[in-house]
T-cell receptor, first 114, second 114 residues
Framework: KAGVTQTPRYLIKTRGQQVTLSCSPI?????VSWYQQTPGQGLQFLFE???????NKGNFPGRFSGRQFSNSRSEMNVSTLELGDSALYLC?????????????FGDGTRLSIL | DQQVKQNSPSLSVQEGRISILNCDYT??????FLWYKKYPAEGPTFLIS?????DKNEDGRFTVFLNKSAKHLSLHIVPSQPGDSAVYFC?????????????FGKGTKLSVKP
């Protein structure tokens, strides 16, 4: 069974640009969550999508946005990039987004801002 | 304010012995807890979870213990193997994780010496 797939694996951008990251969940999984990992803050929740609807959002500015498609694939977008956005962005999926279901992570997209 | 704390940044154990990783939390609303293992350049891999209605869950060499009164959980690995060397993250959520939002600790780096 294929795992969570994130593309691209690495990305280099400059300040002020925007970026779109992609996540394909495990087949049959309908809930997709996004996290940002930095050395200082650790893993922090960005948002979660289920059935194309954002159900929950973390404490990040509006420059961070996302969406989910009917096939459960998800994208996240960061506009007006800042140096502090350099991080590993991780996507995780779970079957129904219900209770007591572990999330399964992809290998992430490493975003570097110059 | 860190709601999930892993106070030991690193732990070194001899092969064959027991590894005990600890995690403390402050939010009494947490009811679902998970442990993840992370190798460099890979995403977190789900290991084991426990619901707050239980105090112990086992899966092979891995056992998680939950002490709700102390707001403390621990992961026991017996016997430890060199391949277990990785960073271990403790995570917690409310409502069984149904809101897609996991709160992570900062991680403990486990080194298992042959």
């Amino acid at each position: 069974k294929a795992g969570v797939t994130q593309t691209p694996r690495y990305l280099i951008k400059t300040r002020g640009q925007q970026v779109t990251l992609s996540c394909s969940p495990i087949s049959g999984h309908r809930s997709v969550s996004w996290y940002q990992q930095t050395p200082g803050q650790g893993l922090q929740f960005l948002f979660e999508y289920f059935s194309e609807t954002q159900r929950n959002k973390g404490n990040f500015p509006g420059r961070f946005s996302g969406r989910q498609f009917s096939n459960s694939r998800s994208e996240m977008n960061v506009s007006t990039l800042e140096l502090g956005d350099s991080a590993l962005y991780l996507c995780a999926s779970s079957p129904r987004g219900g209770s007591n279901q572990p999330q399964h992570f992809g290998d992430g997209t490493r975003l570097s801002i110059l | 304010d860190q709601q999930v704390k892993q106070n030991s940044p690193s732990l070194s154990v001899q092969e064959g012995r027991i590894s005990i990783l600890n995690c403390d939390y402050t939010n009494s609303m947490f009811d679902y807890f998970l442990w993840y293992k992370k190798y460099p350049a890979e995403g977190p891999t789900f290991l084991i979870s426990i619901s707050s209605i239980k105090d112990k869950n086992e899966d092979g060499r891995f056992t998680v213990f939950l002490n709700k009164s102390a707001k403390h959980l621990s992961l026991h690995i017996v016997p430890s193997q060199p391949g277990d060397s990785a960073v271990y993250f403790c995570a917690a959520s409310v409502n069984g994780g149904s809101q897609g939002n996991l709160i992570f600790g900062k991680g403990t780096k486990l080194s298992v010496k042959p």
